[in-house]
């Protein structure tokens, strides 16, 4: 199985692309993070580079503030929201392209009170259907991410994997898959493994934290162990990103995880 280190929670402590060597200190070999646009991906990506480490995935974003702005306050939850996509995609996708990132990630925005959840979820689709040709023709996945709104995210529109992957088949692009993070599933709704080995054509990225408190992998209630065999069963060659809150030192929180899960 192949896991990457979300250096936007692991080694806080550290300047950004130092982070980058500190994860291949730690005998892995790829990383993510969030948000692209407040970062020199100049130096993000020589340092990836010299340290023989991919980088995975990222958040769709823009140098543009006001463009960025905008397409943050409407998500994909408005009639225009495909248009405002589209433009932060084209820059997206470039910038991915020139770290060698595969998986561009997007989420759906804060629920609306003045129209129905039925127009929300069709904005959602008709504004990936609208970015499908962008990342067609680069080879880049737009990656949709369900989040819990019960612990971390509350109003936000997307928190069911049920309605995600619906989303997903109702836009029909193998360029666009559902970011299943096991740690926000399992507190919006559970039944993990079912859940991922039926819909395992439709995920394109995991990440993992325990519950409670987002921490690692082993230190909650989800049975990681049986989760990953199951993943690891199910065929998909994906990552796994570790996106979690270390509770100590993050390069012995990386030992740890890997001698417990044998990575």
């Given at each position: ?83 405002r996509l589209r433009h932060v995609s084209f820059e997206s996708v470039e910038r991915a ?66 309605e995600g992957f619906g989303i997903i088949r109702e836009v029909g692009s193998d360029n ?76 012995q929180s990386l030992k740890d995880f890997s001698e417990a899960f044998r990575c």
């Open positions: 199985m192949k896991f990457s280190v979300c250096i936007e929670m692991l080694f806080r402590e550290k300047p950004f692309c130092e982070r980058i060597e500190a994860v291949k200190r730690c005998s892995m070999d790829a990383v993510e993070f969030w948000g692209f646009a407040s970062k020199n991906l100049d130096e993000v990506k020589a340092a990836s580079k010299e340290c023989g480490v991919t980088v995975t995935s990222m958040c769709v974003d823009s140098s543009d503030e006001s463009l960025a702005s905008k397409y943050r306050s409407h998500g994909l939850l408005f009639e225009d929201s495909g248009e392209r020139e770290l060698g990132v595969k998986n561009l990630i997007v989420t759906a925005g804060q629920a609306r009170d003045d129209i129905s959840r039925e127009e929300q979820h069709a904005n959602i689709v008709n504004a990936l259907r609208c970015a499908v040709p962008i990342f067609e023709r680069a080879g880049v996945n737009l990656i949709l991410e369900p989040l819990n709104t019960i612990t971390n995210h509350r109003g936000h529109y997307l928190s069911s994997s049920y666009v898959k559902l970011l299943y993070d096991i740690y926000h599933q399992q507190i919006t709704e559970g039944n993990l493994i079912p859940n991922i080995t039926k819909n395992i054509g439709f995920i394109g990225h995991f990440h993992a934290a325990d519950n409670p408190g987002r921490n690692e992998p082993g230190t909650g209630e989800i049975n990681y162990r049986n989760v990953f065999a199951a993943i690891n069963a199910s065929g998909y060659n994906g990552y796994i990103g570790l996106e979690y809150e270390p509770t100590q030192d993050s390069a």
